[in-house]
């Protein structure tokens, strides 16, 4: 059975830190990994990852697969208040499904 | 573009009685997804389309049926709500195309049931 589990499962920070939500994953064929961040309503979508060691980046927001390790890194520098959010991780293993984590709930106090 | 919309936002049920909850996407997407989400459990996958036609169970079904109407269409019917399914329910839709399958959410629908 497809497995993705994410940890911490929350973290709580002050504005200026810098974080790393990790995500690992046991998945029978894998094509890609997404990373999406959720506030109040839906996930919106940060990250697609198909290749080891390519970095993606958005602003203070950036992300890289090791598949050697099956596993991936979401970091945030310089975390924001409006970072705050669950930040969830997703497989997809060449079906049309993706696997979901649990989340990683991150609060950012000022 | 409205993306994928749901209705209705808010809903509250009494044990045994049924609803169904609507998802509409305009962006020509072949698959289509409803999820539920319960604090600490993450995004679980009820059931799903990969095309106009099919659906296929994912890994809740159990107390749910679906019907995928047309191509931007996807309905999620609770036939006797029971107090297990007070939860927030998401739909999303996909191009369904490899290697991404990148998902896109609507906004969700809030649903107690007493």
């Known amino acids: 059975e497809d497995k993705v589990v994410q940890s911490p499962l929350s973290l709580v920070v002050h504005e200026g830190d810098t974080v790393t939500l990790n995500c690992s994953y046991e998945?029978?064929?894998?094509?890609?990994l997404l990373w999406y961040k959720q506030e109040k309503k839906a996930p919106t979508f940060l990250f697609m990852l198909?290749?080891?060691?390519i970095e993606k980046k958005s602003g203070r927001l950036s992300s890289i697969l090791d598949k050697k390790e099956l596993s991936s890194i979401l970091n945030i520098t310089a975390t924001q208040t409006g970072d705050s959010a669950i930040y969830l991780c997703?497989?997809?293993?060449?079906?049309?499904?993706?696997?979901f984590g649990k989340g990683t709930k991150l609060t950012v106090n000022p | 573009n409205a993306g994928v919309t749901q209705t209705p936002k808010f809903q509250v049920l009494k044990t045994g009685q049924s609803m169904t909850l609507q998802c509409a996407q305009d962006?020509?997407?072949?698959?289509m997804y409803w999820y539920r989400q319960d604090p600490g459990m993450g995004l679980r996958l009820i059931y799903y389309?990969?095309?106009?036609?099919?659906?296929d169970k994912g890994e809740v079904p159990n107390g749910y049926n679906v019907s995928r109407l047309n191509k931007r269409e996807f309905s999620l019917r609770l036939e006797s709500a029971a107090p297990s399914q007070t939860s927030v329910y998401f739909c999303?839709?996909?191009?369904?195309?490899?290697?991404?399958?990148?998902?896109?959410f609507g906004p969700g629908t809030r649903l107690t049931v007493t």
């Open positions: 999303a839709s996909s191009p369904g195309s490899a290697p991404s399958y990148e998902q896109y």
């Open positions: 997703a497989v997809n293993s060449g079906s049309e499904k993706l696997v």
């Open positions: 389309s990969a095309s106009e036609g099919t659906t």
């Open positions: 998945v029978t064929n894998f094509r890609s």
């Open positions: 962006m020509n997407h072949n698959s």
């Open positions: 198909t290749s080891s060691g």
